[in-house]
């Protein structure tokens, strides 16, 4: 009889369906590591969430530095 070999519906074999899963899993990881740096940097430099006086507060804190510099 005829051997069979199983085959996937994408044609790789398994070994390469789990190399390119371990490279499509550390990508994905360092693209979110770096989004979420990207959103710490940006929430730094300016909240998107108000405090209670609004972005107010952001312009007396702009105005004071100016006046230090």
Do not use: D
């Not at 770096?34 to 804190?61: C, D, K, M, Q």
């Amino acid at each position: 009889m005829a051997e069979v070999k199983q085959e996937s519906l994408s044609g790789i074999t398994e070994g390469e369906a789990k190399e390119f899963h371990k490279i499509f899993t550390s990508s994905i990881l360092v693209f979110f590591g770096v989004a979420a740096f990207a959103h710490l940097l940006v929430w730094i430099w300016r909240p998107w969430v108000p405090g209670p006086n609004g972005y107010s507060a952001l312009e007396t804190l702009t105005q004071t530095l100016t006046y230090l510099s």
